[in-house]
């Protein structure tokens, strides 16, 4: 974990508060991540050696990873109890996920 460099002064740490979250640029959770807007408060990043278990990301300043996944492994940076309709989606597809 890596605490987040603030780039620009407008740029306010801790993260906090709505973001988009997009996909990566591999699937490794199988569908369970998906694009959209989750709750984010945060002062540190996980910045992966490779990103093939990068699920998801989002933008605060500057790229950040939102999700990380791997075989039956998943890790979100957003707050799904706090998403309201995009967290209540994915904990119910993790409560179908069979990966």
């Given at each position: 974990m890596?605490?987040?460099?603030?780039t620009d002064p407008m740029i306010k740490i801790p993260?906090?508060?709505w973001n988009d979250v997009a996909l990566g640029l591999h699937d490794p959770?199988?569908?369970?991540?998906?694009?959209?807007e989750a709750?984010?408060?945060?002062?540190?990043?996980?910045?992966?050696d490779d990103g093939a278990n990068v699920a998801?990301?989002?933008d605060h300043g500057g790229g950040l990873v939102a999700a990380v996944a791997q075989d039956n492994?998943?890790?979100v940076q957003f707050?799904?109890?706090k998403s309201q309709g995009f967290g209540l989606?994915?904990?119910a597809r993790f409560l179908e996920w069979k990966p």
């Open positions: 890596q605490l987040i460099e603030r993260h906090m508060g959770a199988s569908g369970l991540i998906e694009a959209g709750y984010f408060l945060h002062s540190y990043h996980f910045a992966p998801a990301m989002t492994v998943v890790g707050h799904p109890e989606a994915l904990l």
